[in-house]
Each structure stands twice: as C-alpha cells, then as structure tokens.
C-alpha cells in the first residue's frame, strides 16, 4: 500500500502533541507528511516547517487547504493538532474540499461548533477520525472484546479516573497556558482535556452511553477559571451506573488513567501507566491477569500488538494504531469499498458526545451537581 500524502496543521517546533503525531504516523509506514501550516503566525510555520524539511509550508490553514486540494499530488488526509478553539474552522475547510481529518480530542470547544463540524462531515465525502488514542491500546481492545462476548455479562458499575498533578500550582509555558484559557481550550478545563479521554474510554469498551450525569467542578488554582478537578457521577442507558474522577491538581499522579468495568458475571480492570495487563476477575474466581500478545488474549488485541510479550507497548503505539486503522478506512473508501470490519477508530459521533459530556459537566456544577442530560 503506498503511503497516505499526510498534512499538518499546528504540531510546530514548540508543540508536544505535534511531534507525536509524526511519530504515531510513521510507525507502520504508512503515511507520508508533505505539508503543513504549522504555526499561528507564518514566520514560525515556516520555520518549523524548514526544520521537519517540508516540501510545501503555508501561512494558515485555509491557504493551504485551498492549494493542496488543488495539486495533482496534493494532500490526502490531514492532521490538526492545534489548541481546541481552531478545529471547527480548520477541519471544516479540508472537509469540503474532500480532504479526510485526523483531528486530535476534543473534537471542538463549544458544543454549537462540534455540532456545525458534524454537519459538514455529514455533507462532505471525506472521513473524519479522532485520536482517542487510548482507544488504541491493545488490552483496551481486549476489555472491549470481552464485554461484548458477555464475560462479564450485564455491566452494572463502570469506574474511570484520570488523575495528573502537572498543573497543581500556576504555569505560564505554552501547554499550561492555551488549556487554562477558556477562550482556547473551551468552558471545560480537565473535563475537556482530559476527562473527555475517561468518558471516552467508559463508553468505548462498556458498549454503553452516558444519559445523564451529576457533576461537581472545582478550579482550586486562585485565579484559574476553568476547572482543574472534576468529581462526575454518570447514568448510563440501560440501568447502569458509573463514576468519573478527573484532575490535574492530584500530587503524585502523572497519566494515571484507570478504568474498572464490574458486570453480573465478573469484573475488568486496566491502567494506562501498566496498559500491557489486564485483570480480568470472573464471580467467585482468583483473578486473572491476561497480557498483551499473552495466554488469552483474543483477536482484537492481537491486530493491533507488534512485539511479543514481555516487550512493552504504549503509548506511542496506541496513537499510531488510531492512525494505522485510519489509513485502512482510507484506502478503502478511496476504492470505493468499506475497510475490515475488525478496523475501528473514533469518529466525528464519539467527538460530539465528548463536548456534550464537557458541556453537560459545566451545566450540572452551575447546578449545585444537578443531574442534566447529556443531550
């Protein structure tokens, strides 16, 4: 399969997330980068674009959405990895132009724009895929896999937590600065950045949606507007329950999402800074501890492992599975077909229900923890 002709916009010298999502790309070679609007002013693009050695750097987004869509070899798929506020108006120009997303969670960063965005992706032919990059990880498929072959059998508690420290006191470097700005990162703070991940992946190996929630936010730091600490009771369609704990002011905590799954006929239990296990209790049995590429572990995992046991896969690896399974449903739609019915990535849906959760957040701690729909 050649490679995909790759753009970016955002992800310059100075951004994290950038480079990451160069990596995730390149691992199983699949794509290629080509061009990129990689900066809010055009001097820095163009640096950073010099820097990666691009063949083709633009000044913004819409001039390169309009030139490329233009180029016999132009680009065939784009990467926006910029603060939250510019994803409707940067992906909405290469949607109407045929041009296929990859945009990084969330989708947007006000609701009346994620639901625009759905609206032109509905409109336009091009496919649009979010990294939840969790979603990516092998024993996150494997728990996936087994709730759906009813291991556990009818789910009644669903526990996520995404505890981090890194914002415990004020910070003024970039990271810290564009996702403590509601103008930039939206009216959620680590419900958007990162309990969109813990919603996310509840939602994506339960099978189930959230129908409404009670949420308490906080913005412990003096003078922080958005919220650093969020304590999020769930309601999911079909009776069960569940509870969502998102901080970035817990000491001691890096990237410690965890999730614990409890059904009527056992339990399920994986944490992202272990993520190559999986424990899996059934009713009345020790627990078991399934590992990546291990005894046990089934066909879902198992497409998305590279490395035998024992060698560990992450973080990296999960990313570029969201962009390995993106280049299927590429190709595929490009020859007219549909991809494999094993290649699954988040979509533009999962990125609507993810602002609707920050939304619903915001509004039920302005409640006094009201209980409000998601809808």
């Known amino acids: 399969m050649s490679r995909i002709r790759l753009g970016m916009v955002g992800g310059g010298n100075d951004a994290f997330i950038g480079g990451v999502h160069r990596i995730a790309s390149r691992i199983d070679d699949r794509y290629e980068l080509v061009a990129g609007a990689l900066s809010s002013t055009p001097e820095k693009s163009r640096a950073s674009g010099e820097a990666l050695g691009l063949p083709r750097v633009y000044d913004d987004y819409k001039q390169m959405a309009i030139r490329e869509a233009r180029l016999k070899q132009g680009i065939e798929a ?20 045929g041009i296929h997303v990859i945009c990084d969670k969330p989708l947007t960063s006000t609701l009346a724009d994620a639901k625009k965005l759905v609206k032109a992706a509905g409109q336009s032919d091009a496919l649009f895929i979010l990294t939840h990059n969790y979603t990516g990880y092998p024993m996150v498929r494997q728990a996936r896999e087994m709730v759906a072959n009813g ?61 409404a929630l009670a949420a308490d936010l906080d913005a412990f ?36 999402l965890r999730i614990r799954i409890y059904g009527e006929k056992g339990g399920l239990e994986w944490a992202q800074e ?100 998601m809808e």
């Not at 939250?84 to 108006?89: E, K, L, Q």
């Not at 009216?187 to 959230?210: K, P, Q, R, Y």
């Open 78 to 97: 784009v990467s926006i990895v910029t603060p939250n506020h510019v994803h409707y108006a940067a992906a909405r120009e290469f949607l109407k132009r």
């Open 151 to 211: 291991d556990i059998g009818k789910i009644r508690v669903v526990q996520v937590e995404y505890p981090q420290d890194w914002l415990s006191e004020e910070q003024d470097f970039k990271q810290a600065e564009w996702r403590t700005d509601p103008a930039r990162s939206g009216a959620g703070g680590s419900t958007g950045d990162i309990g969109t991940h813990a919603h996310n992946l509840a939602c994506f190996i339960s099978g189930l949606e959230v129908e």
């Open 221 to 256: 730091v003096p003078g922080r507007q958005n919220d650093d600490n969020a304590h999020v009771m769930l309601r999911f369609k079909g009776g069960a329950k569940g509870m969502l704990w998102s901080s970035q002011v817990a000491p001691g905590n890096e990237n410690a």
């Open 274 to 373: 272990d993520p190559n296990y999986l424990w899996y209790t059934p009713l009345g049995e020790p627990k078991r501890l399934i590992t990546r590429n291990g005894a046990g572990a089934g066909d879902a995992a198992a497409r998305v492992s590279r490395v035998p046991p024992g060698h560990p896969e992450g973080y990296l690896e999960g990313f570029a599975n969201i962009y390995s399974e993106a280049a299927e449903a590429i190709r595929a739609h490009q020859a007219g077909k549909k991809p494999n019915a094993a290649v699954l990535y988040p979509t533009i849906d999962d990125g609507l229900r993810g602002v609707q959760f920050v939304d619903a957040c915001v509004r039920s701690s302005k409640r006094n923890a009201a209980w409000v729909s």
